[in-house]
């Protein structure tokens, strides 16, 4: 049987010198002529353009966002990328810069390390950024840090400007990881859904929206943080929701219900004021995905109230994900 | 006994918001009008200025990089902006943004993250850099990754750019660090040395540089980096490597040849043409630091010759550090 060659094999500078090489010889890594300087040195150095630049971070830990058995190497080098350029998105910006810092233990293959490193470049060559730099250091486990920084081609949108009266929309559809999740934790074989693509739709949804947020704790949860940070409260209606196919099919009845609570779908969800709702309508087929209407922003006390059916009173939520409280 | 506040009491999404809350009161937090979203939205927003930016990443891994008894949380978080501060200073470079992505296990005291934050965010202020923006997960272990957003005044400095016949240059002194970790390591009480800030000669010292590169690694490792990146060999002569005088004093005679291998005293090693040496003799005084000639670039092959006495021939060196061999 051929030996497995793992990390401590060949060394975190090795590593990173033959990644460096590989990225080189990439086709499109040499034409953008904004980066000066590429991986392999102290720092990587780019020219900014005329742009608001949007800086943002987040991280994948094994254990706690995924277990290895749930996803590919390269999915999950994929998912790194995504889950920051969805915070972009939900801002109206667009990545364009990349640094992908990686723990791992020196048993990893490295075969396992090369395909999340190269899941990650490519995911970032596919909308247009760079993977400009990084750090790759032991751990007890495998965990991926991505920072990136996008450019907002036009208006930016925060979590902070919704007002009473707004319509509430969202992108795409609910459910899929959180069935997937479940699933999964039963022991059940499967893979984490891909995150998808909301670019295209964030920059173009900015133009409109009084406020935007990605839904990554779970919608309900997530329409909590844009009612505290706009001083507002929200009304959903339930059935509105739009749940995916497979939670539908999985859960009947209950689907809405946990699709608006579960994780990690990373839609978009937008405040959309009533004067502008026409205009959202015309953009509508530019976007890459449905939208649907699924609530209000109403004024009170920052608090989200659910309407399970039509005719019946609402009442207040509580959900989604906080990694320490489980 | 009062019970300690932890932060799986809290939650990650309180402990973020009260973190946002806190910033947004810090002097000078309010007076950059170059950011224009803060912390707490999906991402940060800033306004880029005409200068080339820098983007660097780097870890600080529990039981890898420090265990908890070699550092206090608030040095800990002054270190997670100092490795990053030191990448910047050697393009010659100034932080302006910075993200910190933090792990930690829920049972961790919130006292503890609260002083580590405080310490990053602090280290950050005192240098004329904000913290925008973050990410809070749970964790096995406590590890903190930061990205600087840097930018450059005037000329960037890579490690590419050496060339036969330049003299290597120092700044401040080394071994302190290595010498702390040994001590440690064996059990001994005591901390880890502060990083140096070297910023402002990073600065001064790219305006007359051919190559330069931060001490993490270790001198001789680094210098190699140099040397590989330029495409030339280094003569490292033993007797002029200045050695701190901790290390001095405990080492003795060996002291030289263990500073120049000992990692993380986060000096800068810059290669400045001869035809630029009296003017690096004029800036000398500006510089807030020591700067000591400890060698030259010679042509070849790439490789660190380390010449231990004068009159005796040098041999090839191999030192330092790489987190995944040891």
Chains 1, 2 share one sequence.
């Not at 998912?79 to 810069?97: E, I, K, Q, W």
């Not at 559809?173 to 997937?180: E, K, P």
């Not at 530019?286 to 209407?293: D, E, K, S, W």
């Amino acid at each position: 049987m051929a030996s497995v060659r793992r990390l401590r094999d060949v060394g975190e500078h090795a590593w990173i010198g033959r990644w460096i090489t590989r990225l080189a010889r990439w086709p499109g890594a040499a034409s953008g002529g904004r980066v000066v300087v590429g991986p392999g040195d102290d720092a990587a150095a780019v020219r900014p353009g005329p742009h608001t630049l949007l800086l943002t971070t987040d991280a994948l830990i094994e254990d706690v966002h995924f277990h290895r058995s749930w996803v590919t190497p390269a999915a999950l080098g994929r998912r790194a990328f995504a889950v920051n350029a969805s915070d972009l998105a939900a801002m109206g910006a667009v990545p364009r810069f990349a640094l992908l810092a990686l723990e791992a233990p020196p048993a990893t293959p490295l075969a396992t390390i090369d395909a999340l490193a190269r899941g990650f470049a490519r995911a970032a060559t596919r909308v247009g950024a760079r993977l400009v730099g990084g750090n790759l250091a032991a751990g007890p486990h495998l965990a991926l840090t991505a920072t990136l920084v996008g450019e907002a081609p036009g208006r930016i949108v925060t979590r902070r400007g919704a007002q009473p009266g707004d319509l509430l929309y969202v992108t795409g559809a609910f459910g899929a990881c959180g069935l997937a999740v479940r699933r999964l934790a039963e022991g059940r074989a499967g893979r984490l859904p891909e995150i998808p693509r909301r670019t295209p739709a964030g920059v173009l949804l900015a133009r409109v929206a009084s406020a935007m947020i990605d839904v990554s704790d779970g919608l309900l949860q997530d329409l909590g943080h844009v009612c505290r940070a706009s001083g507002a409260a929200a009304e959903v209606e339930l059935d509105r929701v739009p749940v995916a196919p497979a939670c539908r099919q999985a859960l009947g009845l209950g689907a809405g219900a946990f699709a608006a609570q579960a994780g990690e779908d990373y839609e978009l969800l937008v405040a959309i004021p009533r004067r502008r709702e026409a205009a959202l309508l015309r953009l509508r087929r530019h976007l890459g995905c449905p939208i649907t209407r699924i609530g209000r922003i109403v004024a009170g006390r920052p608090a989200v109230r659910v309407r399970e059916q039509v005719g019946r009173p609402p009442h207040s939520a509580r959900g989604g994900f906080d990694h320490f409280r489980r």
